[in-house]
């Protein structure tokens, strides 16, 4: 039963087969990596979904069909890109960034990848800019990946703002390992976003990394 057991964790991952599953399924093109590589160039952090994760935002679009998309934290635009090349014709990602630099590293790499017309970069925190995006809802998908101690709210949003059989996904459902951290403030915003997802949303924690909950909304 060992093999079976998910608190056995990583066991069987090893870099070199990360590198393999990778390469096979979720390799960079020219645009996907000029935003990958982003970070590391421009000095700002490198902390960008990996490749995997990215690839399976962009598969979780395709098989909804996802139309109308948002995001919280841009970064250099890595995910988005993602996001946007899973997506229908003729869908839309408003992706959030706080700071005003990466959003223009972000503008540019997704004008490289082809992607400017279906990706709207909207500089704020994502509290303030997400009641202007509604009269654009209900959404397919609304994707979490910053300011970890508003995800609670973040989550609500999505509630009141995806159509039925739309997805909630929230990056870093881990909080790092400090889920369980009782004197952190944003360790227990980040359990109220998984108890209210699993009261709204038929939902589940992937155990990548770091943790990605997914939920569909009822
Ligand atoms: N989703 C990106 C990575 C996002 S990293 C990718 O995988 O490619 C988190 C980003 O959120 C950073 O660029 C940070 O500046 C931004 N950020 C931090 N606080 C924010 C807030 N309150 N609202 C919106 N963006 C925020
Ligand atoms: C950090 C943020 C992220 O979204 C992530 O996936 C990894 C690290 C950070 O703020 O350090
Ligand atoms: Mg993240």
């Known amino acids: 039963m060992a093999d079976q057991d998910s608190r056995a964790g990583s066991r069987y991952t090893t870099g070199e087969l990360l590198d393999f599953t990778n390469r096979v399924h979720a390799a960079h093109d020219a645009g996907l990596s000029a935003a990958f590589d982003a970070p590391g160039r421009e000095d700002m952090p490198a902390i960008q979904v990996g490749a995997s994760e990215g690839k399976t935002l962009e598969i979780l679009m395709q098989m909804i069909g996802a139309k109308k998309i948002v995001e919280v934290g841009t970064l250099a635009g890595y ?52 009641p202007t995006l509604e009269a654009h809802g209900p959404f397919d998908a609304v994707f979490i990946d910053a300011d970890k101690g508003n995800y609670d709210k973040y989550g609500i949003w999505a509630a009141d703002n995806l159509r039925v059989g739309g997805l909630l996904i929230g990056d870093n459902a881990f909080y790092f390992g400090e889920l369980l951290n009782e004197s952190k403030p944003e360790a227990a915003a980040m359990r109220r976003f998984h108890e209210q997802a699993a009261e709204r949303f038929d939902s589940v924690c992937v155990p990548t990394p770091d943790g990605m909950l997914l939920g569909v909304k009822r």
């Open 79 to 130: 995910s988005a890109i993602r996001l946007a090349r899973g997506m229908a014709d003729g869908g839309m990602v408003w992706t959030i960034e706080f700071d005003p630099r990466h959003a223009e590293v972000a503008r540019a790499n997704i004008e490289t990848a082809g992607m400017a017309d279906d990706i709207e970069v909207l500089v704020g925190a994502g509290v303030d800019v997400l």
